[in-house]
């Protein structure tokens, strides 16, 4: 059964750091290309960031603006996602995504997704 978890949201302050951490279990995680992204109450869902199979190539949303990292461990089934210089801008549940098999963009489809962590920048 395919199970993403993810943990590390929090209330920053504007300017801060967080990293969130997306624990996936029941597949062959080093087989599939995965995601982040966000959704803020009344915004739509935003793709925060990408992440090919093996690590190697990663993409991010215009919003991002070089503040971000997403990367993989594939030997711990885990993805992170190094958040700095917050914004207030930035709050929403973020959710990791397992891309359909195959597929590598950022507006690919996934298929399965965790509950989500809270991350609040907030002073």
């Known amino acids: 059964q395919v199970q993403l978890v993810e943990s590390g949201g929090g209330l920053v302050q504007p300017g801060g750091s967080l990293r969130l951490s997306c624990a996936a279990f029941?597949?062959?995680?080093?087989?599939?290309?995965m995601t982040w992204f966000r959704q803020a109450p009344g915004k739509g869902r935003e793709t925060v960031a990408i992440i090919s199979v093996d690590g190697i190539d990663t993409k991010y949303g215009d919003f991002v603006n070089g503040r971000f990292r997403v990367y993989r461990e594939n030997a711990k089934n885990t993805m992170y996602l190094q958040m700095n210089s917050l914004r207030s801008e930035d709050t929403a549940m973020y959710h990791c995504?397992?891309?359909?098999?195959?597929?590598?963009?950022?507006?690919?489809?996934?298929?399965?997704r965790g509950q989500g962590t809270q991350v609040t920048v907030s002073s």
């Open positions: 995504a397992r891309l359909k098999l195959g597929t590598y963009g950022l507006a690919a489809p996934y298929e399965y």
């Open positions: 029941g597949f062959n995680f080093n087989e599939f290309a």
